[in-house]
């Protein structure tokens, strides 16, 4: 049966909730989620449910109204519904009044309904207002003691309203002056006063812009007859969406245009008293009230005519030793509107000093002391000098009082990089004084601490949030220094030291390149190219190197380059390696590099081993010969809406790039190891492969990490359709030494669309029993006498030890057919075999496996490498357990 027929209990609305929270978009997709909605505003008045329920209906209408909602119509009904149902309420105390509000306030604000021609915005209006003002509105709305925070919810859902419909509240003002007026238990002073403010700033500014009076608005205390005080007109020149209630200041040219408004004397002394009404009340509110309410009458009365800042002043003397950081905030933000209008040259300097002594207090949170950083990186001076946006330190900020703020290689990283922002700022003052001689110069500093980073970001396999913070140190130094050589030297000569003792941070330093400007990014990329050319063409760090090269690499020290590309290509036996050193003949090719560059590409266009590398080493060559300088940056150019080129090659084939391109993609092909075939002079795996889509040109490599195995080649595969048989691939192994391994396997294939594509497979292992092979096989009465000789030439170089291997309930036949059957040399069923297996490329493995005991098979063995034991011991353990 479904949920939504008749009344649903507790448990069955938790559970329809519970459904919805886990996914909102689902559940209203699902036949359940249709009546959601109607559902929950009929049961709103049921009396089988506990008002705690109840709650959490109401709170899910708060959270999701356009899903419950979703169009006009729906919001309108819903609104209306919410108010019935509050209506209905009995007159005793109850929890679901100030839900049922917020609730139809934002059923209208969300539907976009709110206007004169809703029945609910009529309904509501009056009813929000008359709580508000604490107004006789009957036994209907609860006992004395619901009526404050009833009072309190309908001015926060006033506020919303004033928000969504800038200037609808113009026509209550001098009502909600007289409310906050009034003495004895009025609505809450807090919502209130902040309501009040909204109306107030907006009403302003969309005077202000339509030219208009305040017309007397200050002063009505009456709603005029025919109507309520909603003020419609207003509301719909506010529709231009004023700023949101956000603690910033627009820029002087997005300004409200306050200027434009020209109040009466009369008009402006009304306006004078109800802003100093909102401040001699402000204490009374919490601090993030007190902000909030700051900022809406620093923005009203900022560029108003008529109006002196100094009504701030008391609030400014209460507020400049204040520990809470919202208060804080707005006394800048006053500071940053009315400058020295309000704030005296001593203001200012108590301001910075205070600011400054709070960011040294060891026991600051690291949230709070990078806000009183921020303040001071961002402090709104006075008089500042320079250009508009210009950052540089304050003048009154003495480097005395910040050298508890100078940044050290302890600080967390965030306010490291802030002191490093605000000791920037400190060496370009210093070197306008010209003081960059002294010892303890703040440039001088400065180069110590970046060289400190530097030194930590150098530390092989250290962390890499080290090197990531050292860049980010670099970065901000050339950003707030780009002009100051005498920084960007050492700076340039320490990253360089940097990439010579650990390349693998390439990827950072072409990061870095790509975000500087030109007053490091030049020198940079010059001491880098230089560190790279001047190293041997290969090395582990050769993938680094040809990654940082194919970034800085241009017309200048061609020579030099071009010998470093030969010297690298003969060490580039990988694909990775040979994309990477073409990365660095495009670069040159967009360069403008051209004769060593055409000799180099034809080098490698015959001895890359990749056929894919030497495609690409051809067409550069042919785009080099065919194309000049400006058509060839064209079209090797990362965009394919370049402009149609008058030569063919290019024209017709504007797509080559990602033709030829190899691609990344997901695996299509899986492989498997077969059974092993104990024959031939070499181990051999076989192969099982499968795949998913039709595959051409399939080329496995396998590589084996570290010393353990001679290079393995590439299998090729000329074409596999999913659904077919294959032949299983062989693929010949070439131990160095006698041990498993694990195969890295990479996958060059082309697709049925012709796109060449490139992907790395899960690992397969290289078990120790991949590796057995049998001696030649004997006469039968020889056999004993060659296991004998096998066996005494094992000592006294080799090793021999002796255990027991457990066996399952098939016993010792068994086991040895099954696993062993290719190397017994002798036999003696069922209670002796004698076991000779050759170790690639030149040990013996020697086993006596007598008759099985109660405890398990003895096993002696013998061998002429003591480095397999562990691998022996490993390999029978798993037989006993696979028997």
């Known amino acids: 049966m479904s949920l939504t027929m008749g009344l649903l209990s507790r448990e069955a609305w938790a559970q329809r909730l519970g459904a919805f929270r886990a996914s909102p978009s689902a559940y209203m997709a699902a036949p359940e989620g249709e009546d959601l909605g109607r559902d929950l505003l009929s049961d709103l008045r049921s009396e089988k449910l506990s008002e705690q329920t109840k709650v959490s209906m109401l709170a899910l209408s708060l959270e999701y109204p356009a899903q419950l909602w979703p169009d006009a119509p729906a919001a309108e009904a819903a609104a209306t519904s919410l108010l019935d149902t509050l209506a209905l309420l009995p007159p005793r105390p109850s929890a679901l009044r100030r839900p049922l509000l917020l609730a139809a306030t934002t059923a209208l604000v969300t539907g976009g309904v709110l206007g004169p021609t809703s029945g609910a915005s009529l309904r509501l209006l009056p009813l929000l207002l008359g709580l508000a003002s604490g107004g006789d509105l009957g036994r209907r709305f609860g006992p004395s003691s619901d009526q404050r925070p009833l009072q309190a919810t309908a001015c926060e859902c006033l506020r919303e309203l004033e928000s969504c419909k800038p200037g609808l509240l113009g026509g209550c003002l001098g009502l909600l002056r007289g409310l906050l007026g009034q003495e004895g238990p009025v609505a809450p002073v807090q919502p209130l006063s902040l309501l009040l403010a909204l109306a107030l700033r907006n009403t302003l500014v969309i005077q202000a812009r339509a030219r208009a009076s305040l017309q007397g ?27 949101p209630q956000a603690p910033s200041w627009p820029a002087a040219e997005e300004e409200c245009g306050l200027s434009a408004l020209e109040p009466s004397p009369e008009e402006a002394r009304e306006l004078r008293a109800a802003v100093a009404q909102l401040l001699d009340t402000s204490y009374l509110l919490t601090p993030v009230a007190q902000a909030q309410l700051l900022w809406l009458l620093g923005w009203a009365l900022r560029g108003l005519r008529g109006q002196p800042p100094v009504l701030f002043k008391p609030q400014l003397v209460r507020l400049l030793g204040t520990a809470q950081l919202a208060l804080l905030h707005a006394v800048l933000a006053l500071k940053a509107a009315f400058g020295e209008a309000l704030f005296t040259a001593q203001d200012e300097a108590l301001l910075l000093r205070r600011l400054t002594l709070a960011a040294q207090h060891p026991a600051l949170p690291l949230p709070a002391h990078l806000f009183y950083l921020h303040c001071l990186l961002s402090f709104p001076e006075n008089c500042p000098l320079g250009p508009a946006g210009e950052e540089a330190a304050p003048l009154l900020l003495e480097p005395q009082l910040c050298r508890g703020l100078l940044p050290n290689l302890l600080h967390d990283p965030m306010a490291l990089l802030a002191r490093l922002h605000l000791l920037c700022l400190l060496c370009a003052e210093d070197e306008q004084k010209e003081e960059k001689g002294q010892a303890q110069s703040p440039c001088h500093y400065l180069q110590e601490l970046l060289a400190g980073l530097q030194q930590r970001a150098a530390l092989t396999g250290g962390p890499r949030a080290l090197a990531t913070l050292c860049f980010q140190a670099s970065y901000l130094v050339a950003l707030c220094l780009a002009g100051h050589h005498t920084v960007l030297a050492p700076l340039t000569h320490g990253l360089a030291q940097l990439y010579r003792a650990r390349p693998a941070l390439a990827p950072h330093f072409v990061d870095l390149l790509d975000r500087v400007a030109p007053e490091l990014g030049e020198p940079l990329r010059v001491v880098l190219r230089q560190e790279v050319v001047s190293r041997p063409g290969g090395g582990e760090a050769l993938r680094w190197h040809l990654q940082m090269l194919a970034k800085v690499a241009d017309r200048d020290a061609q020579s030099a380059t071009l010998g470093f590309l030969q ?18 003949c495009r670069a040159l090719l967009r360069a403008g590099v051209g004769g060593g560059l055409a000799d180099l590409l034809q080098a490698l266009a015959r001895q890359l081993e990749d056929p894919d590398g030497r495609d690409h080493a051809r067409l550069y060559y042919v785009l080099l010969s065919h194309l000049s300088g400006p058509k060839l940056g064209v079209a090797l150019g990362p965009s394919l809406a370049a402009p149609a080129l008058t030569s063919s090659l290019v024209a017709e084939n504007q797509g080559f790039a990602t033709a030829l391109m190899v691609q990344e993609a997901p695996a299509p092909i899986r492989l498997s190891v077969g059974r092993q075939r104990a024959e031939g002079p070499v181990p051999v795996l076989q192969l099982q492969v499968e795949v998913l889509e039709p595959v051409y040109s399939l080329e496995l490599r396998f590589r084996v990490e570290g010393q353990l195995y001679a290079p393995l080649g590439a299998v090729h595969v000329p074409c596999l359709c999913p659904g077919r048989p294959a032949r299983p691939l062989l693929l010949p192994l070439q131990p160095r030494r006698p041990a498993p391994a694990q195969l890295d396997i990479r996958a060059l294939y082309t697709k049925s669309t012709g796109l060449t594509c490139y992907t790395h497979l899960p690992p397969l292992p290289v078990k120790f029993a991949d590796l057995f092979l049998p001696f030649p096989k004997l006469p039968e009465g020889a056999r004993l006498g060659f296991f004998e000789e096998l066996w005494d030439s094992c000592l006294p170089k080799g090793t021999e030890s002796r255990l027991c291997c457990p066996l399952g309930p098939q016993g010792l036949e068994a086991l040895v057919s099954r696993h062993l059957e290719p190397f017994v040399v002798v036999a003696r069923p069922p209670t002796s075999y004698h076991i000779a297996i050759r170790l690639p490329p030149d040990s013996k493995l020697l086993l006596r496996l007598e008759a099985a005991q109660a405890d398990g098979v003895p096993v002696v063995l013998r061998a002429d490498d003591w480095a397999v034991l562990p691998h022996v011991g490993d390999y029978l353990r798993g037989l006993s357990a696979a028997v």
Do not use: F, I, S, Y
């Not at 025919?226 to 004023?242: F, I, K, R, S, V």
């Not at 010297?567 to 994309?579: E, P, S």
């Open 567 to 584: 010297a690298a290509a003969a060490h580039c036996t990988d694909w990775g390696l040979q994309q990477a050193l073409l990365r660095v």
């Open 217 to 243: 608005l200050l002063t009505v205390r009456a709603p005029p007859p025919g109507g309520g005080p909603w003020n419609w007109t207003l509301a719909q020149e506010g529709e231009a969406h004023l700023q």
